[in-house]
């Protein structure tokens, strides 16, 4: 499946950077800034508790490199 690369700006792609380790580490997201871009593009989704993850997707669009 050929997916278009969606662009994103510093703040976007630091975003998803900070999101990735936090839940690798385990570490708390709700410092970690998200914008509704992020999630509209389907990167980023929130669980029952408010806390951040990345999707499948966030974590395709992170592999594809900046």
Do not use: C
């Amino acid at each position: 499946m050929a997916s278009k690369k969606v662009q994103l700006n510093d703040e976007q792609w630091s975003a998803l950077q900070a999101l990735q380790e936090a839940n690798a580490r385990r570490y708390p997201t709700d410092s970690i800034k998200v914008s509704n871009r992020l999630r509209s593009n389907g990167f980023v989704e929130m669980d029952r508790l408010g806390g951040k993850l990345l999707t499948d997707q966030g974590l395709h669009r992170l592999q594809q490199g900046r």
